[in-house]
């Protein structure tokens, strides 16, 4: 047993590659690529550390190409859901009481793996199964997750060492204790750093995690658990379970010992998960701890005294970087009409440079959407914007689903501030432009600030600095990340906290020592050295 109080090593961010043309990465990841599309992955559920099968069979196939299969995996019944908890249930006594620095080292541990061994794998996983290009891939697969795992590390040493005040005579202590029951890990597919991240927080803070995959990304996420397994993560404190939703769902969110539910997807799904356990309140032990991160309709606002080529080059990549398939994706945006012309020009010309196709095909800017249903909805938008009045196609427009799930950067113009393009989230490469005339602006801000239900993500861009004081002051409460002369997407684990708040979730900011805090349940210890002895009190005494 160590008796030293113990530092984790010095937090830094992984650096990001580039896969330049004939860089030693671009060929290594060339040649996973290459392995994985001659491979179907055989993928199983793993419970309590055992890989278990089921009759229930899925395919994993790449969106750039629905007729490339990557792997077949097992969906979960009732019967292996429960298992999941029980497992989890049975490790958490050990887990839990495991020293912290020896949790911390499985998943410094599993940073490592992950930008070493294991970096192509994760990354060519993460393009084939999610399509994304290896930009794209490396900044999420291999830098993200490796920047959560360190940094959580870190937040959790940060977090047991609070500790209150002492006076004379007396020891005060918080003991900081894993929540009492197991924890939901619920995530999307666009991420695989945050599918990580959602079940790897509060394991590394001593709880036990039932995890379920988005099905369209267990290809990473069965990778993220061999990592794991050879980071030293014992058996049962992650459990890997794909499945439908409602069946997952079903036995977790009527278990007693549910302690809490760390969730990114829909706000529609998060909502009816919140009233689930608000409706089951009374079988639980405790109240399940909620945290979620959901959807978004994220803005560009555009000052008079903005210098143009930042502008466009913010929207195009802010817009269309992985197919807007981001939760924090630009997808509506406020121009004045000093600079209408200007910009509108600006963004149609870059837009038309943009290529679609293949991830394996690296020149290419764009891939293909998620799925079917994520492609039959961006279009949707599309040809009503075609159809209506109030909008205009300015560049784009085109889709295509016959080999893969391919829609070409769209740039919609609307003389409709409440257009449903500015105001439903559509999670595609489809962005909405609206003019405002210059001397507008304080109506024009109150008006981005209502337009959403949501408050994800918004960036400012001007260089007159009494406007930029004044556009934050009025977007206050309009996103949790706020941008200013910068995209708004590309949050840094470390570096900008990521969470919003109204519709878009609890605003419990991942990549931060407020995430690690929902994961820990404190108990205030009071040591007394001498206890008085006496009953009475000074003041009863007489005269």
């Not at 992984?14 to 990465?25: F, L, R």
């Not at 914007?385 to 295509?400: E, F």
């Amino acid at each position: 047993m160590s008796n030293s109080i113990l530092q984790t090593p010095p937090v830094y961010n992984e650096p990001v590659k580039q896969y330049a043309p004939g860089s030693p990465e671009r060929k290594l990841l060339t040649a996973e690529l290459a392995r994985q599309l001659d491979t179907v992955q055989d993928i199983p559920l793993i419970i309590g550390g055992k890989e278990i099968r089921t009759h229930d069979q899925k395919k994993v196939t790449c969106p750039h190409d629905h007729a490339q299969t990557l792997a077949v995996f097992s969906n979960a019944g009732t019967p292996e859901v429960d298992m999941a908890i029980a497992a989890a249930l049975d490790a958490k006594k050990q887990w839990e009481n495991t020293p912290w620095h020896e949790r911390a080292a499985i998943f410094l541990k599993a940073a490592d793996l992950i930008s070493n061994k294991y970096t192509y794998v994760l990354n060519a996983a993460t393009m084939l199964g999610q399509s994304k290009n290896p930009f794209q891939a490396e900044i999420d697969a291999t830098c993200e997750l490796a920047d959560f795992y360190r940094f959580n590390a870190k937040y959790m040493a940060e977090i047991y060492a609070g500790q209150p005040a002492s006076e004379k005579g007396v020891w005060n202590r918080l003991e900081y204790r894993a929540l009492e029951g197991f924890v939901f890990a619920l995530t999307p597919f666009n991420f695989t750093a945050i599918a990580g991240n959602l079940c790897g927080a509060p394991a590394v803070m001593g709880n036990t995690v039932v995890w379920k995959p988005a099905s369209t990304a267990v290809l990473s996420g069965y990778y993220i658990m061999q990592i794991l397994k050879e980071a030293g993560l014992p058996d049962g404190v992650i459990n890997f379970v794909p499945g439908k939703g409602s069946v997952v769902g079903a036995s977790v969110l009527n278990h007693a010992d549910l302690a809490g539910i760390h969730f990114t997807g829909s706000t529609k799904v998060f909502k009816t998960l919140w009233k689930t356990v608000g409706s089951n309140i009374d079988i639980y032990k405790s109240y399940p701890r909620m945290v979620g991160e959901t959807g978004g309709k994220d803005y560009i606002f555009v000052h008079s005294s903005a210098r143009v080529e930042q502008v466009v080059a913010a929207a195009v990549r802010g817009a269309f970087e992985y197919q807007g398939q981001k939760c924090s994706a630009c997808s509506r945006m406020y121009v004045p009409s000093s600079l209408w012309d200007e910009i509108t020009a600006r963004i149609r010309a870059a837009v038309e440079q943009i290529t679609v196709g293949s991830v394996t095909a690296f020149r290419h800017f764009m891939n293909a959407l998620i799925d079917e249903a994520a492609f039959d909805n961006a279009a949707g938008f599309i040809e009503q914007a075609k159809a209506s009045d109030a909008a205009d196609i300015l560049v784009g427009g085109n889709a295509d689903k016959s080999k893969g799930y391919f829609i070409d950067p769209t740039v919609i113009v609307t003389t409709d501030p409440y257009y449903e393009s500015m105001t439903q989230e559509i999670f595609g490469p489809v962005l909405t432009l609206y003019m405002y005339e210059d001397e507008t602006i304080d109506d024009t801000l109150a008006l981005v600030d209502k337009t959403s239900p949501y408050a994800l993500t918004g960036a400012v861009f001007a260089r007159d600095r009494q406007a930029i004081h004044e556009m934050t002051k009025a977007l206050a409460h309009s996103a949790g990340n706020f941008y200013i002369n910068d995209k708004p997407t590309g949050a840094v684990v470390g570096h900008q906290p990521f969470g919003g708040a109204r519709g878009s979730g609890t605003n419990d900011k991942a990549g931060s020592l407020l995430n690690l805090l929902r994961w820990t349940s404190a108990r205030t210890i009071k040591e007394t050295f001498v206890p008085p002895e006496e009953i009475a009190y000074p003041f009863m005494g007489t005269e």
